[in-house]
């Protein structure tokens, strides 16, 4: 159980990304002096929201140069930290080689971040954000669980190299962080297991694959149907609450599913469809099994994923995170909402 004075900085790593920059927010909010050690510093374009945030904030901002695979890159960021939020981690559903693209950053650059945590004696706490899918990898594993809903204890054993290796890569690299968590006494490690995360970005034009979904869901590629499919949610706001809580909060512990609603994919375009009408062409229906078996590979949806993971249920318990973080989840429908209308203001998605 570790207490944070919150007057020391906080380390953030990928303050970039989607996820990330709404905990920024948070923590600048919060009058925090956040260090930032991000791939190109030098890059204006890329830190012009987080500047912009810092600019209207209490909290300052420092940026460093650091990469998840040059080893020792985040020593100068967390010097004086006391908590190092790890986020930095490839979202990235088509790769052209998974382990340099996906593994190699995720589990390397874990180990790489956490090594570096054992040499700076300030650190009292690291906030890793993981993901459901270190939880569940096919949604038809979820029938092996009680009413199939998964829970913190549950580990995704079925993910591989060759199949879902995004949730290989993120698994991987929460199996490395406690690993290495547990042959120290400096600091200790929560996990944060968010399902898939939506809501407006700070950066609206961020590349995170939220994005490409909820961007599909209105653009027409999903006109013919959707993958009859199951997933949780969650506020990409809810998120950034989560890890501040996580960081601060003395008590918390161990893996933390953060999730609002378990829903289906089907059901995200119908609340687009309430709340934006007919004049963008989101999925009315559900793709039969057969034919997405049949067409998928052509698509690069792999046969093996369509028999695992279409037609079953998903669903994962965040009683934890009530419980132990006092979390409030925005609902579902706001959150897509919110996003759809920033695409739509951005001129990224535009109606028939
Ligand atoms: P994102 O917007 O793509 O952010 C990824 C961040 O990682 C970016 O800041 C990126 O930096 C950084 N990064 C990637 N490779 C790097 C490298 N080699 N060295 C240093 N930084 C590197 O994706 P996101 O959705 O925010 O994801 C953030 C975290 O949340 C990830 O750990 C992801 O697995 C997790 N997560 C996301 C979701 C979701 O639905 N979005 C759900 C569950 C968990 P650049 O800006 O330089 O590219």
């Known amino acids: 159980m570790k207490n944070i004075n919150q007057s020391t ?26 260090h930032a050690p991000i791939r190109s510093p030098e890059n204006k374009e890329k830190t012009k929201y987080l500047d912009q945030l810092a600019a209207k904030s209490k909290g300052n901002i420092k ?5 998840l695979l040059q080893d020792g890159s985040y020593q100068e960021a967390m010097k004086g930290c006391e908590l190092v939020i790890h986020t930095a981690s490839p979202f990235i559903a088509n790769v052209k080689n998974p382990q340099r693209d996906l593994v190699d950053p995720a589990v390397n650059g874990t180990k790489n971040i956490l090594n570096s945590v054992n040499k700076t004696s300030s650190v009292k ?11 569940i990898g096919d949604s038809k594993d979820t029938l092996a669980y009680p009413n199939n809903t998964a829970t913190e204890k549950n580990w995704n054993t079925t993910s591989t190299l060759q199949h879902n290796t995004y949730g290989y890569s993120k698994v991987m690299a929460e199996k490395a962080a406690w690993d290495i968590n547990k042959n120290q006494n400096q600091w ?44 949780g949610c969650v506020d990409v706001r809810d998120l950034a609450a989560a890890h501040y809580k996580a960081g601060f909060t003395p008590e918390a512990n161990g893996r933390n599913i953060i ?16 709340n934006f009408g007919d004049t963008f062409p989101f999925p009315k229906k559900t793709l039969p ?24 249920p998903w669903k994962v318990d965040h009683s934890k995170s009530v419980r132990e973080l006092k979390m409030q989840y925005r609902p579902v429908n706001e959150s897509v909402t919110d ?12 109606s028939k």
């Open 125 to 135: 706490r690291v906030v890793l954000t993981s993901s459901c899918v270190s939880i």
């Open 63 to 67: 940026y460093f140069k650091a990469d």
């Open 339 to 350: 996003f759809f209308q920033q695409m739509i203001d951005e001129g990224i998605v535009k």
């Open 188 to 231: 200790d490690l929560v996990v944060v297991n968010p399902s898939f995360v939506l809501g407006p970005g700070i950066n609206p034009n961020g590349t995170s694959e939220s994005f490409n979904y909820v961007k599909a869901l209105g653009d027409g590629q999903m006109k013919a149907g959707t993958f009859d499919m199951n997933m």
């Open 9 to 34: 900085p906080v380390m953030i790593t990928g303050a970039t990304g989607y996820v990330a920059g709404w905990i920024v927010k948070k923590l600048l909010d919060e009058g925090h002096t956040v």
């Open 259 to 274: 999730s609002s609603e378990n829903l289906s994919f089907l059901e995200l375009g119908q609340m687009l469809r309430q």
């Open 289 to 312: 099994k057969w034919l997405v078996w049949l067409v998928g590979p052509m698509q690069g949806v792999k046969r093996e994923f369509v028999s695992k993971n279409i037609g079953y």
